[in-house]
């Protein structure tokens, strides 16, 4: 089986804080994704790659950037977090560019 | 860009059936995917359709008219545990990333 793993479940930070979200995929997958999901709004695309040191901006880059050293891990960095950045944030990955892709369990940011 | 329309909220009783529908604008299309999401926890697949038709697997079917720019998620014979959200997916053909439409939040009564 798959399996996505994000670093943290719960995280509490303050405005201006530096945020790393981490996520790591055990299948080798070549793409991997952040999105961001809130109610109403549904899951927006904030970053992408498709290979080592590749990034690509999604639909909502700003105040977000990424990091993909190795092929299993896509980091999310949030420079100076805000209000307006609480959200469920899901990583997830896929094998090529067709395919499902599979989800982590989600990192629930709040920031005060 | 990808403009995907489904409805918020559903809600039937055990043992029927509920059709979710999903409606979309895209500049290039390369398939359509539908996720279930339960609260609290991760999305996973449901189903993918690429080509016109009905894709039928075990109580769960899904319908794509790429023409109409139309698919649906058909539940049959519902079952509590299948309360939960429903997404629907479009991938482009442009760049291969996938979007999402808001989700239907499907309750099941008893």
């Known amino acids: 089986d798959v399996k996505v793993t994000q670093s943290s479940r719960y995280l509490v930070k303050r405005t201006g804080e530096k945020v790393f979200l981490e996520c790591v995929q055990d299948m080798d997958h070549e793409n991997m994704f952040w999105y961001r999901q809130d109610p109403g709004l549904g899951l927006r695309l904030i970053y992408f790659?498709?290979?080592?040191?590749?990034?690509e901006k999604g639909d909502i880059p700003e105040g977000y950037s990424v990091s993909r050293e190795k092929k299993e891990r896509f980091s999310l960095i949030l420079e100076s977090a805000s209000t307006n950045q609480t959200s469920m944030y899901l990583c997830?990955?896929?094998?090529?560019?067709?395919?499902?892709?599979?989800f982590g369990e989600g990192s629930r940011l709040t920031v005060l | 860009g990808q403009n995907i329309d489904q409805p918020t909220e559903m809600t039937a009783t055990e043992g029927a059936i509920v059709q979710i529908n999903c409606t979309y604008q895209t500049s290039g299309f390369n398939g359509l995917f539908w996720y279930q999401q339960h609260a609290g926890e991760a999305p996973t697949f449901l189903s993918y359709?690429?080509?016109?038709g009905l894709e039928e697997k075990g109580r769960f079917s899904s319908f794509l008219s790429r023409s109409k720019g139309y698919s649906y998620l058909l539940l049959k014979e519902l079952q509590m545990k299948d309360s939960a959200s429903y997404l629907c997916a479009v991938q482009s053909s442009n760049d291969y990333k996938l979007s999402f439409g808001a989700g239907t939040t499907v309750t099941v009564r008893a």
């Open positions: 997830a990955s896929r094998e090529g560019h067709t395919g499902e892709l599979f």
């Open positions: 790659s498709y290979d080592v040191k590749m990034k």
């Open positions: 359709n690429v080509l016109d």
